[in-house]
């Protein structure tokens, strides 16, 4: 079965720091994989996605992702935060059946002037 | 383009009652739309699938009898929380994925309290 790590619960940075959330996949075959941030109270928006080609994804908001398949990482980077990206965020991965996502657990970024 | 609409936002029921929720895909048709269930602070646990025109897939764990999935059509699923008790009471989330699009849009959730 396919899983999803997110190794970070809580990361707080200042603004204007750069950011990294950690994330690690367990999959035998090959997989897509996803970022998604929350805000209160609301559904999931789509930062980003791997389906396949250049292991560097750009997203929207100025983040990043790195698909690493010998670490089986996807981390989401950010060089400079603002406060507004202050969230939760879920990195998922589609299942075997090829249909539902599985999600991390999540990361609250908080970012403090 | 891709909304997927969720209604309500909000509920408060009393225990005992049934409430439904909405999820419809506003300018796609969605065969297939998944519910989430979101606890405080955790992450999206995949309930069920809903097909439409036929049953519904539920995870393992889940009450197939309580938590009631119907997708008539291609762009409307619902689900009803039957004989609703406190523990129900969670955040809804519901997903589809748009034909062609590796991408899966959510709905902006229902936040359910059972009192």
């Known amino acids: 079965a396919q899983s999803v790590t997110q190794l970070d619960s809580q990361v707080p940075v200042f603004e204007e720091a750069p950011v990294e959330l950690r994330c690690n996949y367990s999959?035998?075959?090959?997989?897509?994989l996803f970022w998604y941030v929350q805000y209160p109270n609301q559904g999931l928006q789509l930062l980003l996605k791997?389906?396949?080609?250049?292991?560097l994804v750009k997203g929207i908001n100025g983040f990043e992702a790195e698909f690493n398949k010998s670490q089986t990482s996807f981390h989401l980077r950010k060089p400079s935060v603002h406060i507004s990206d202050t969230a939760e965020y879920f990195c998922?991965?589609?299942?075997?059946?090829?249909?539902?996502?599985?999600f991390g657990k999540g990361t609250t970024l908080s970012v403090s002037s | 383009g891709a909304v997927v609409s969720q209604h309500p936002s909000r509920v408060i029921c009393k225990s005992g009652t049934s409430v439904k929720i909405e999820c419809r895909s506003l300018?796609?048709?969605?065969?297939?739309m998944f519910w989430y269930r979101q606890f405080p602070k955790q992450s999206l646990m995949l309930m069920a699938t809903?097909?439409?025109?036929?049953?519904?897939?539920?995870e393992q764990g889940v009450e197939k009898d309580k938590f009631l999935i119907n997708h008539a059509s291609l762009t409307l699923s619902t689900l009803t929380v039957t004989s609703a008790h406190p523990e129900d009471s969670s955040f809804y989330i519901c997903?589809?994925?748009?034909?062609?699009?590796?991408?899966?849009?959510f709905g902006s959730g229902t936040r359910l309290t059972v009192v």
């Open positions: 998922a991965v589609r299942n075997q059946a090829g249909t539902a996502l599985i």
């Open positions: 999959s035998s075959v090959s997989v897509y």
């Open positions: 997903s589809a994925q748009p034909t062609g699009i590796y991408g899966y849009t």
């Open positions: 791997y389906l396949s080609g250049s292991t």
């Open positions: 300018d796609f048709q969605a065969t297939t």
């Open positions: 809903s097909n439409e025109g036929s049953k519904a897939t539920y």
